[in-house]
């Protein structure tokens, strides 16, 4: 299992502190933007009125996503933010799917995919919040039912960061895990790509939908 902790790293020194860079997250990032922009290239190269298998599947990842944002956020702002929606989810599920190629591993099981993507939604969420409502509406929000729960408003904010990070990288990690320590113990050529393929597949598409689907809800929360 020596495998499960080793990390190659990229540092470098910058005015007395080092930046760590994981080199293999970067890179499986990279392969995923590669795959969503092939998929995107491909879809669209020959539309019509009759389309081909890979329209029929990007159209079906747009309408639906446009539908589901647009019953939480209202049909005027589906339009600005369910393309972030749709792309989040489609990054994410290749993203946890990545995991089932050999030699290939799913960038999510790094933290600073998940949290970087957290922070991105609760940034898109509070700028949306202070458009919408204005600064001062937005402030005041905070000090609400009673002045004195502010620290507690501000700590609920931060911690939705922690739980939708967290709970994406735990389960990828997690999964990770148990097919790592079930592929050690057994010998079974058919129960590790089982579970490698039930956690990419199955629990990947979940978790991904489910990080998707509470950035809405975030959003949601900010701009109501």
Known sequence: MEELGKIHQLIIPFHGHNLTFNL???????????????????????????????????????????D???????????????PLICALFMFLMISNWLGIIPHLDEPTKDLN????????????????????????KYI???FEPIFF????????ELAKVVSISFRLFGNIMGGSIIILVVSYLTF???????????FGLFVGTIQAFVFTMLTVVYISVQVK
């Open 24 to 66: 293999e997250a970067i890179l499986m990032m990279w392969i995923v933007i590669f795959l969503l922009l092939l998929f995107g290239f491909l879809a669209t190269r020959k539309k019509g009125i009759l389309p081909e298998p890979l329209q029929v599947l990007g159209e079906l990842f747009v309408v639906q996503f446009y």
């Open 188 to 198: 079974s050529i058919v129960t590790p790509p089982f579970l490698n393929a039930f």
């Open 68 to 82: 589901l944002t647009e019953d939480t956020l209202g049909k005027e702002l589906s339009k600005t933010y369910a």
């Open 140 to 142: 005041s929000g905070y």
């Open 113 to 136: 995919t998940p949290l970087s993507l957290g922070l991105m939604g609760f940034c898109i969420a509070h700028y949306s919040g202070i458009r919408a409502k204005g600064i001062k």
């Open 149 to 156: 729960m502010m620290p507690l408003n501000l700590i609920g």
